[in-house]
């Protein structure tokens, strides 16, 4: 019996995106009726230290792969994964900054906003390909919102859950990152 010669492997290499939001009045036209808060928001990096990360694309016929290694891709290791999902129309997640966690966010599914705030800019991010993450750095505010219907987002962390190294007081974040010694502590 004739077995059918396997096929080769797709190759291991990573196919040009298209490009980031190149300008907020494409983002307006793909998304008639949605807010365009800020005119950066189709920047791929901003002036708050967050950046759109390009992940490998494997396109393959029976589905494309997206993979991430720590301290490869992204510039941390990483200590924990979760991910938001069922997230119900018109609800935000986020309104915090972390003291030392870095973390990645991946639209891996639908599309959300990210507003990031680092005390003095703010920068409105949209995701919606599951090969572009959003590093955030240490000591920047977030919150998400704008989930699409079914949309999951994952979150690659660079530290485990520790409730300790949360800012969830947006006040005491800003004065901490003018006033304090960036780590939420009083100066001293
Ligand atoms: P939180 O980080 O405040 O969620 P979000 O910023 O998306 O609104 O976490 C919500 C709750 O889930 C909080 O009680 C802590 C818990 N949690 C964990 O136990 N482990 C985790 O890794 C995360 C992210 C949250």
Redesign the pocket.
């Given at each position: 019996m004739s077995v059918a010669p396997r096929q080769p492997a797709p190759d291991r290499i990573s196919v040009p995106s298209e490009p980031y939001l190149p300008t907020t009045e494409e983002r307006r036209d793909g998304h008639p009726g949605r807010r365009v808060t800020d005119q950066r928001s189709h920047l791929r990096e901003g002036q708050t230290g967050c950046r759109i990360v390009d992940l490998p694309r494997i396109a393959d016929p029976r589905g494309n792969l997206t993979f991430v290694e720590g301290s490869n891709h992204i510039p941390f290791d990483i200590a924990?994964v979760?991910y938001?999902y069922d997230v119900p129309g018109g609800e935000g997640?986020?309104?915090?900054a972390h003291q030392q966690l870095e973390q990645l966010i991946v639209a891996a599914s639908g599309s959300l906003d990210v507003l990031v705030d680092d005390g003095t800019h703010r920068e409105r991010f949209f995701l919606n390909r599951s090969y572009y993450g959003l590093y955030i750095p240490r000591m920047v505010w977030r919150e998400?919102d704008d989930f699409s219907s079914g949309s999951v987002c994952l979150?690659l962390?660079s530290r485990p859950?520790e409730?300790e190294d949360?800012h969830r007081d947006y006040g005491a974040f800003v004065a901490a990152k003018h006033g304090g010694n960036g780590n939420g502590l009083a100066a001293g």
């Amino acid at each position: 019996m004739s077995v059918a010669p396997r096929q080769p492997a797709p190759d291991r290499i990573s196919v040009p995106s298209e490009p980031y939001l190149p300008t907020t009045e494409e983002r307006r036209d793909g998304h008639p009726g949605r807010r365009v808060t800020d005119q950066r928001s189709h920047l791929r990096e901003g002036q708050t230290g967050c950046r759109i990360v390009d992940l490998p694309r494997i396109a393959d016929p029976r589905g494309n792969l997206t993979f991430v290694e720590g301290s490869n891709h992204i510039p941390f290791d990483i200590a924990r994964v979760y991910y938001l999902y069922d997230v119900p129309g018109g609800e935000g997640r986020g309104g915090h900054a972390h003291q030392q966690l870095e973390q990645l966010i991946v639209a891996a599914s639908g599309s959300l906003d990210v507003l990031v705030d680092d005390g003095t800019h703010r920068e409105r991010f949209f995701l919606n390909r599951s090969y572009y993450g959003l590093y955030i750095p240490r000591m920047v505010w977030r919150e998400l919102d704008d989930f699409s219907s079914g949309s999951v987002c994952l979150v690659l962390a660079s530290r485990p859950y520790e409730e300790e190294d949360y800012h969830r007081d947006y006040g005491a974040f800003v004065a901490a990152k003018h006033g304090g010694n960036g780590n939420g502590l009083a100066a001293g």
